[in-house]
């Protein structure tokens, strides 16, 4: 699942963000170890998987901390 993980890198890098990639990790892990395919998982849509779970985590990725400052940064040069 290295795919997916490249793909939610891209909008992550948090600490918080990283725990959800072990977390992941671990699911993906469990799942192999129980033999359980990778379409109960993620569904039929690996995207629709990876952008609920940017959803959950909104507020952890880079993204949303540089959107943060620069309404932050906006805010103080209205004031």
């Given amino acids: 699942m290295l795919v997916l993980q490249d793909y939610l890198i891209q909008f992550g890098g948090t600490n918080a963000f990283m725990q959800l ?6 699911l993906f892990q469990e799942a192999a170890s129980d033999h359980q395919p990778l379409s109960q998982i993620v569904g039929n ?7 609920d779970l940017l959803c959950e985590y909104q507020s952890e990725t880079w993204m949303r901390e540089a959107q943060a400052k620069l309404q932050n940064r906006f805010q103080q040069l209205e004031a």
């Fill in 45 to 51: 849509g690996p995207v629709a998987f990876a952008e």
């Fill in 21 to 26: 990639l072990d977390e992941l990790l671990q």
